[in-house]
C-alpha cells in the first residue's frame, strides 16, 4: 500500500504542475475527484488482495476475478454519475479517466506480479 501511496503522491505533484504550467487543456478540472477514487479503489482492492492471499491461496485468482469486475463496475457508475450530473467537457474527463484507470490497472499487477514472483 506504501507504493500506491508514493505512486499516488507523485501523480499528484504532477497533476498539481502541469495544472500550474498552464496544461488545463489536456486536464479536466475534476481531476481531482478522479485521483481520489481511483486511490479509495487501490486500497479497497489491496485489503481485497491481502485478504485472498491470507486465509486460502487457492482462492487468490477468484479474489483477483472479482476485484477486477468489482474496479470496472464501480469505475463505470463514477462515470455514469458525473455525467449524470452534467460535466464542461466530457469527452477530456473520460479520456483523463482511463489514463488514470490504466496507470493504476498497470502498477497494481506489477505489484501483484512482484509479490507473487517473491512467494
Known amino acids: 500500500m506504501l507504493r500506491t501511496t508514493i ?10 504542475l502541469a495544472q500550474r504550467f498552464n496544461l488545463k487543456s489536456f ?3 475534476d481531476i481531482w475527484y478522479i485521483l481520489a477514487f481511483f486511490f479509495g479503489l487501490s ?4 485489503r481485497l488482495m491481502e485478504f485472498g ?6 482462492k ?15 469505475s463505470l457508475i463514477f462515470i455514469a454519475l458525473f455525467l449524470y450530473r452534467g460535466l464542461t467537457d466530457s469527452f477530456l474527463f473520460i479520456i483523463n479517466f ?3 484507470y490504466l496507470f493504476y490497472t498497470c ?13
Open 27 to 29: 486536464i479536466h478540472p
Open 53 to 58: 492471499m491470507r486465509n486460502n491461496r487457492e
Open 43 to 46: 486500497f479497497l482492492i489491496h
Open 7 to 16: 505512486a499516488t503522491t507523485i501523480l499528484g505533484i504532477a497533476l498539481f
Open 60 to 74: 487468490f485468482v477468484t479474489f483477483y476475478i472479482s476485484t477486477i469486475v468489482g474496479r470496472l463496475i464501480l
Open 98 to 100: 482511463f489514463a488514470l
Open 107 to 119: 502498477f497494481e499487477i506489477y505489484g501483484l506480479y512482484c509479490n507473487l514472483r517473491r512467494d
